[in-house]
């Protein structure tokens, strides 16, 4: 990656050199942002509007996008500036007079609905849903029960499952059962032959 005569890294495919922040900079970029005409303001709206269409075009930005993203300086400079930005914002008096009366207005309104008791009951139930979403609800005492016990997860997983018709791990239980059965009749017959 290159740098700008700031220290900022650039793209080598940048024409002029420098970052954006340079360039907005430059007195002569901004006099010649600002010559634009209605037309030429449509032109350049359409072209972005096609070049978004395209899928080529969407599917290199996306990757270029990705490769950006993975790059932890680059994520530690977005964060960097993100929160020197909320910082700066932080200091004008009005801006956290509204966030502050905001939330309030906010909490206000759900303070008593999540406060209910029907709601934490609910809410309970929501989050205890998802959390055995891989479990029936008629094994979610089994379940319990094995917890207690000190099974983990995937041993828990793997003895309740194993109980639930259709699943992987009922059908290699039934098969085995099937197996183990077939090898002690096969063993008793051998044994009464004689």
């Known amino acids: 990656?290159?740098?700008?005569?700031?220290?900022?890294?650039?793209?080598?495919?940048?024409?002029?050199?420098?970052c954006a922040r340079c360039a907005a900079a430059d007195p002569a970029v901004r006099a010649k942002k600002g010559k634009l005409?209605?037309?030429?303001?449509?032109?350049?709206?359409?072209?972005a509007r096609l070049l978004s269409a395209d899928p080529a075009v969407v599917a290199k930005r996306t990757a270029a996008m990705a490769a950006?993203?993975?790059?932890?300086?680059?994520?530690?400079?977005?964060?960097?500036?993100?929160?020197?930005?909320?910082?700066?914002?932080?200091?004008d008096p009005a801006f956290r007079a509204k966030l502050v009366e905001a939330g309030k207005r906010v909490g206000a309104?759900?303070?008593?609905h999540a406060c209910t008791p029907d709601a934490r009951e609910k809410a309970r139930e929501e989050i205890r849903r998802a959390h055995l979403a891989w479990c029936p609800e008629e094994f979610w005492e089994l379940n319990a029960s094995l917890k207690a016990k000190g099974f983990r997860l995937a041993e828990r997983k793997a003895i309740i499952l194993a109980d639930v018709e259709g699943t992987p791990e009922h059908a290699r239980r039934t098969?085995?059962?099937h197996?183990?059965?077939?090898?002690l009749r096969h063993a008793r017959d051998i044994a009464q032959r004689y």
Do not use: Y
Not at 85 to 91: D, F, Q, S
Not at 179 to 183: I, P, W
């Open 179 to 183: 197996q183990f059965a077939s090898e």
């Open 68 to 91: 950006t993203v993975a790059d932890p300086a680059v994520r530690a400079r977005h964060a960097q500036a993100c929160a020197a930005a909320k910082a700066e914002r932080m200091k």
């Open 175 to 177: 098969i085995a059962n």
């Open 37 to 47: 005409t209605a037309e030429q303001r449509a032109a350049r709206a359409e072209r």
């Open 1 to 18: 990656m290159t740098k700008c005569a700031c220290g900022a890294g650039i793209s080598p495919k940048t024409k002029s050199g420098r």
């Open 109 to 112: 309104l759900n303070f008593w």
